[in-house]
Structures are given as structure tokens and as C-alpha cells.
């Protein structure tokens, strides 16, 4: 790798020829794509590791990274996005305004679908005392949603 990185380096210093230049490019990019395939299963056990941790830091967890030799190398930042809500596949939106009447308005948004409000999760627990056969319509026709948590890399050296 460190050979094809100095010839990187050269090229980028130089007027190579067009298949040069093509060619240390085709390279690099197949290099590219074998760090990116070996990246994703390192980004899943932090992802997992970060779970963890996040119960003490809600919303991120930084990791401080360091060498096998323990020379520190930066900061690996795991950001959990907030939890979305969004209507369940094949959910009947005229048995939901049905069941819901006037009270429809109050969980689903209409945009040019209908989508949960933001704080449906609250309005259910709030309203499940009285209606709570409504309560089970609603829920069973949304589903939740856990995003992907970001991972970043910062190794504290400038960049260019």
C-alpha cells in the first residue's frame, strides 16, 4: 500500500502519460474499494461496541483510537441519530381515520402520504387511558425505526 501511495505522490508531482495517470488511479480506486469492503465490518463492531457505551453519553460516543503499540491515533465519534417514526407497509389509512374520526389529525400528518407526528409514541401513552382500542390501531400501523449511527474518523492532523 505504501508503494502505491508514493507513486500517488509522484504522479500527482508529475506530468505523467494519460495511461499513467489512468492506471495509478484504476489502482487506487480497486484499493479503495478493499478498504471500504474491510471498513464496513469495523464500523458494525464499533456500531455494536458504541450501543454499549452510549447508555453514559445519549446521542454519541467518542473512542479514542490507538496503535497496537498504544501510540494514540485520533478520536472514532459514533452518532446515533434520533428514533424515526414512519406508517408500518400496507397500513389501511381508511380503517385508521375510520377508527380515529376526529382524533385522526392528531397522530398522522398529511404531506402527500401520510406520515406519524413526530411525538405519536407520547400522544398514544397520553390518550391509551380511555381509548385504548384506538391506541392498538394506531400502533399497529406504524413502525419504528433505528437509523444507522454515523461513524467519523478525526486523526487531529490538518488537512490540506
Known sequence: MSS???RVHRVLSEEPSD???AGVSLELA???RELEDLMEPLKGRIRERAR???KENPGSV???GVSEDGVPLGVVTVTFPAREVKLAKGADIDKLREVLGVLFEDFFDR????TPKKDLPERVRIASGDRKTEMEVVLSAVEY???TPRVGFSTGKKEE
Open 4 to 6: 502505491l501511495l508514493e
Open 19 to 21: 495511461e499513467i495517470l
Open 30 to 32: 480497486e484499493q479503495i
Open 52 to 54: 454499549r457505551l452510549l
Open 62 to 64: 467518542k473512542m479514542p
Open 111 to 114: 404531506v402527500i402520504k401520510y
Open 145 to 147: 425505526i433505528d437509523s
